[in-house]
């Protein structure tokens, strides 16, 4: 069930309960959405949800697809509203977001919550343009520290 619609539906309203009354756009919810898995790669301290694995910064590209239909998804169970604006789609919790995720107490819906709070303490106060830059000027450091494994392991010479 990792990375289906369902489960990446389900951390997208945590998300925009974390956010309570703000909205969000696609983008800046797949950055929100890497961090929670990967929240290492912003804060050394933090134990990311997700294994550390080469090239996970491809998820950036890769998940976009599935978290939109994950956000369609939850669209057509109520549980997020959409707004249409003349700067594009953004997605905001509504009530039953907040009713619905009463009910996910697990340790790991606990702990999604806990990061999410984090991630969205950390960037809020980004904008699009710092969000991005900081992403784009990150992107090399996250998943290449497996790049020289196979010349350790004698896979390939230099």
Do not use: C
Request: no cysteine; glycine share 4%.
């Amino acid at each position: 069930m990792y990375n289906t619609p369902l489960e990446i539906g389900l951390r997208v309203l945590i998300i925009l309960n974390e956010l309570t009354e703000e909205t969000i756009d696609l983008n800046r919810l797949v950055i929100y959405d890497y961090f929670i898995n990967h929240s290492s790669d912003f804060d050394k301290t933090s134990k990311s949800l997700r294994p550390s694995i080469p090239q996970r910064f491809g998820e950036l590209i890769l998940k976009r697809k599935v978290i939109q239909e994950g956000i369609y998804l939850m669209y057509s169970r109520e549980l997020l509203d959409i707004h249409y604006t003349l700067n594009g789609i953004y997605f905001k919790s509504n009530q039953l977001t907040k009713e619905f995720l009463k009910y996910f107490d697990s340790t790991y819906a606990l702990e999604l919550s806990r990061i999410s709070k984090i991630v969205i303490g950390n960037f809020k106060n980004y904008s699009d343009d710092e969000l991005n830059l900081y992403v784009n000027n990150n992107l090399s450091k996250w998943g290449t520290e497996f790049t020289k494994e196979s010349l350790v392991r004698g896979w390939l010479s230099e």
